[in-house]
């Protein structure tokens, strides 16, 4: 039986000896589901092999802003070399919530760490609608946000410093954008979660921006309070899995001068989906 000891804040488990070529998919998922977070530390990953372990759980993906490495067009080697300014996503946010199918789960290993700095918070998007009231939960489920990738991808994006190594949009029909509703519920729990970011989610659906923001900006302060996020320490050979719909991720840039590389695979998801009415 897997011995899964929580980290320090609301999310997140390790799991001490565990070898993610080895272990069983099935309680991996299951562990997940529950923790949100995963940690596995001392992993020996090759990109063939981390492959390969990742199909286990569930149907690999194609990132479309970064070029995959060579021979493991599921691999992107995320890269901040010692004279880069930004790094890559750095901000809050879900991954790639600008398209219509959004990844279910995002696996991260590191490579190359440096000796202090390039922590990842993670934070809790369930847990925060959780702890709305009742009225403003109803209110939260009947609006919907339209995502775009323009505000990080565009050249002249507002967010363009947090690009890191993304490939730019060139062309109109690289202009991803969809609306998802703002609480999604899990497919596998059924639990309900916040589900935007202000480096995606541009506006509500139907208002504008200037009407949005208030309330984007008041929910993501719920999202980002100390007392709903995790913190993980990185050391070479931690694998990161976390369960994209129902977890917002920061990458924190405060390692200025030193190198850190990371290998980063996605798994497929459905299109989110709002809590199905009762009877």
């Known amino acids: 039986m897997i011995r899964w000891q929580p980290m320090t804040g609301p999310i997140g488990a390790e799991c001490p000896d565990l070898d993610f070529r080895t272990a069983d998919p099935e309680a991996l998922a299951s562990a997940l589901y529950e923790h949100q977070l995963l940690v596995l530390r001392g992993q020996s990953l090759d990109p063939d092999s981390f492959t390969k372990a990742a199909a286990g759980l569930g149907a690999l993906d194609v990132y479309p802003y970064a070029e995959p490495m060579p021979g493991n067009p599921h691999v992107v080697a995320v890269v901040k070399e010692p004279g880069d300014e930004s790094n890559f996503g ?76 993304s490939v730019a949009l060139k062309a109109a029909d690289r202009a991803t954008e969809t609306a998802h509703p703002l609480v999604v519920a899990h497919p596998e729990t059924g639990r309900e979660a916040l589900f935007f970011s ?48 129902s977890v917002q991720h920061y990458p924190l840039n405060d390692y200025g001068g030193q190198r850190r590389e990371m290998h980063r695979i996605i798994l497929k998801g459905d299109r989110p989906a709002g809590r199905r009415p009762v009877g």
């Open 90 to 165: 750095g901000d809050w946010h879900t991954d790639t919530a600008y398209v219509a199918e959004p990844p279910a789960v995002t696996l991260l290993l590191a490579v190359e760490v440096p000796p202090s700095g390039g922590d990842t918070l993670f934070a809790d998007t369930a847990g925060a609608f959780e702890r709305c009231s009742d009225g403003f939960k109803q209110v939260l489920r009947g609006l919907s946000g339209h995502n775009t990738a323009s505000l990080v991808h565009a050249a002249d994006g507002g967010h363009r410093s947090v690009t890191g190594q």
């Open 198 to 245: 202000l480096i995606h989610t541009s506006h509500l659906t139907g208002m504008t921006r200037p009407e949005s923001l208030p309330l984007l900006n008041a929910l993501h302060r719920r999202v980002i309070a100390p007392e709903n996020v995790t913190r993980l320490r990185w050391e070479p050979g931690t694998l990161a899995i976390w369960d994209n719909r």
